[in-house]
């Protein structure tokens, strides 16, 4: 059990009056409830804890850690991990009461939040944001491996919103992982403390995202950013040029310009680019036909929708979902 939901083969090793440690391999989710006895809940879904000890230098994979004491401060820490995903485990949630913010350190998978999906690998982080609607996976083949934490608090979500980050799902390899183990290593501390200590990694991570993806010469100008934004979250949608007009206040020919010499690619360009890159997370891990993803994707029809993945993959969707699960395939 770990504030990200019940854990399935789990194996509790150690309690501490600062945190309550357990060990797994894998996540699979429902929110734990806001307010719980945990060593009860733990009891009722996976039996009596196991009593065998463990080498004291090993640092526990997941940690939950109990509310301050009066709680009063405007930040929760509410659990740090480090997991190894199986292959065939899918996570889905609606409404997230808590945030999760998970940095992948080896391994493949895929993240949609409200609408945006992308495939993430090792250095990527992505954030599962309050409120939010997830699914998130690893790739069967070669699964994720991560650490994570999971937070709470309206300071938390001032500071999102402070650096423009509320709607922001993913970030590129920005060099957090030594913060995100110290956030992990708080497992070690004692006492209200770890909230106070906990809230300033958390400030730092999130203004090292903030440098990265919109800080000075490392990210996009603001109307880009907002473009981008918007065309990641209507992937499955009919998307206009004129709805991004709307969007910037700008004339078509001035929004193509910016973003083609920011992103490298037209808007429209990069639309399919995105919606090719779902389609082939779709043929491998969902039994979609080709039909239902051509219309989740807003093509006119499936055939159209796989003349234009065989253009861009060299296959065409059947057979590239036959190559993906190995069953051999034709062009």
């Not at 770890?194 to 999130?206: D, E, G």
């Not at 440098?211 to 992937?235: A, T």
């Not at 006119?300 to 003349?307: I, K, R």
Request: net charge positive; glycine share 8%.
């Amino acid at each position: 059990m770990t504030a990200e939901g019940p854990m399935t083969g789990a194996s509790p090793n150690d309690a501490t009056e600062q945190s309550v440690v357990y060990y797994f391999n894998c996540t699979r989710g429902w929110p734990l409830p806001r307010t719980c006895n945990i060593l009860s809940l733990l009891a009722r879904t996976m039996g009596t804890p196991n009593k065998k000890m463990r080498n004291a230098d090993q640092p526990p994979l997941i940690s939950v850690y109990p509310p301050e004491p009066r709680g009063l401060f405007p930040f929760r820490l509410l659990g740090t991990g480090i997991v190894q995903a199986r292959g065939h485990e899918v996570i889905q949630r609606r409404g997230y009461d808590r945030c999760t913010t998970e940095l992948v350190l080896a391994g493949e998978g895929h993240v949609e939040v409200n609408g945006f999906s992308c495939r993430v690998r090792a250095g990527d982080v992505y954030i599962l944001q309050k409120g939010s609607d997830h699914l998130y996976c690893p790739e069967r083949r070669n699964p994720y491996r991560k650490i994570f934490f999971v937070v709470d608090g309206l300071l938390m979500e001032q500071i999102f919103s402070a650096y423009g980050l509320t709607s922001v799902y993913h970030v590129p390899p920005c060099g957090v992982q030594p913060l995100f183990e110290a956030m992990h290593s708080l497992h070690k501390q004692r006492g209200a403390q770890v909230h106070r200590r906990a809230a300033l990694i958390f400030h730092q991570i999130v203004a090292q995202f903030h440098e990265r993806l919109i800080g000075e010469g490392m990210g996009y100008p603001p109307d880009v950013l907002l473009m981008k934004q918007y065309l990641d979250e209507h992937v499955e949608a009919v998307v206009r040029l004129r709805d991004l007009c709307r969007l910037v206040g700008k004339s078509e020919a001035h929004i193509i310009r910016t973003f083609k010499r920011t992103v490298g690619k037209t808007p429209y360009e990069y639309l399919l680019a995105r919606r090719l890159a779902l389609a082939e997370l779709m043929l491998t891990d969902t039994p979609l036909s080709v039909k239902a993803i051509a219309e989740r994707l807003a093509f006119t029809d499936e055939y159209y929708f796989s003349n234009f993945f065989r253009q861009r993959s060299g296959r065409s969707p059947r057979a590239y979902r036959r190559h993906s699960r190995g069953l051999g395939a034709t062009r």
